[in-house]
């Protein structure tokens, strides 16, 4: 099984955390046995950075490719994984089975579209929230509240129905 995971975001408080997508990934890898390609763009640098030093080889990087050449890839892989962001909405698009995470913003409103998305997104008292109010959001609850264990149950749901 390939996994295309996508941690980053044009904003980084729609990223969900990077200790979560580090114990997801060697699950992923650990147990379902799938092979991880992190996709990245130049705005998550530091992000795949922090990836290599927590989870070693446990990745394949495909790096600011064109976006062409990253939708035949994302159409390859058998799941996607990412927050709130561009790539993500491009997962659906290529119709790859998608799990996006959301936090801040509204998904009803700014969530990929199709029959393959699964959006996670636990409301929270003050989300979602305007941009001005995310840029100084200091405690993320809305993200901080969608868990390792929701992810995995939904690959595991997903891994069931679609293969």
């Known amino acids: 099984m390939l996994v295309a995971v996508h941690p980053g975001s044009g904003s ?10 580090v114990e997801l990934i060697l699950w992923l890898n650990e147990e379902m046995d799938a092979q991880i390609l992190i996709i990245s763009g130049p705005a998550d640098t530091e992000i795949v950075e922090d990836l290599r030093v ?3 080889d446990k990745f394949i990087l ?4 064109p976006l062409p050449f ?20 491009l997962a ?5 089975p998608a799990i996006a995470i959301f936090g801040s913003s509204d998904p009803s409103m700014w ?12 409301k929270s008292a003050c ?5 001005d109010t995310r840029r100084n959001c200091i405690t993320q ?8 264990e929701d992810v995995m149950s939904e690959i595991r749901y997903t891994y069931q129905h679609s293969f």
Do not use: M
């Open 12 to 21: 980084r408080q729609k990223c969900w955390s990077l200790d979560r997508y």
């Open 54 to 56: 927590k989870v070693k």
């Open 92 to 96: 659906a698009a290529v119709e790859t």
């Open 70 to 89: 990253l939708a035949a890839i994302i159409k390859r892989c058998n799941l996607f994984v990412g927050n709130d962001s561009g790539i993500t909405h």
């Open 141 to 148: 609850t809305c993200l901080g509240s969608v868990t390792v």
């Open 111 to 122: 969530g990929p579209r199709g029959e393959r998305v699964k959006i996670l997104f636990k």
């Open 127 to 131: 989300s979602p929230c305007s941009f």
């Open 62 to 65: 495909a790096d600011q490719l």
